[in-house]
């Protein structure tokens, strides 16, 4: 089993900035991919960015270019770097692992996110 513990998230005025944290643990298999995805109250959980553990990463077309996602694979954690945040971002941000050998897939319990002023 994986566990995933997130940290990082609050309350941030438009044009600031945040790093998510989530810290991985129990059964880790080297090859995967971790990400943050998000849901907004009233829609879908939607992707924002992952990254594999060779540092290939994805993003969503609407984060990109502002969000920086990355990793540590010593520590098991992935960082999600939020820059120029807009109130569209206000959402539960959730972490996500899986294995490419075993494709299973964890979730955080989320943290939340609020840009407002």
């Known amino acids: 089993q994986v566990q995933l513990v997130e940290s990082g998230g609050g309350l941030v005025q438009p044009g600031g900035s945040l790093r998510l944290s989530c810290a991985a643990s129990?059964?880790?298999?080297?090859?995967?991919?971790m990400g943050w995805y998000r849901q907004a109250p009233g829609k879908q959980r939607e992707l924002v960015a992952t990254?594999?553990?060779?540092?290939?990463?994805n993003y969503a077309d609407s984060v990109k270019g502002r969000f920086t996602i990355s990793r540590d694979n010593a520590k098991n954690t992935v960082y999600l770097q939020m820059n120029s945040l807009k109130p569209e971002d206000t959402a539960v941000y959730y972490c996500?692992?899986?294995?490419?050998?075993?494709?299973?897939?964890?979730w955080g319990q989320g943290t939340q996110v609020t840009v407002s002023s």
């Open positions: 129990g059964t880790i298999f080297s090859i995967n991919i």
């Open positions: 990254i594999t553990s060779g540092d290939s990463t």
């Open positions: 996500h692992f899986r294995s490419f050998i075993v494709p299973r897939d964890y």
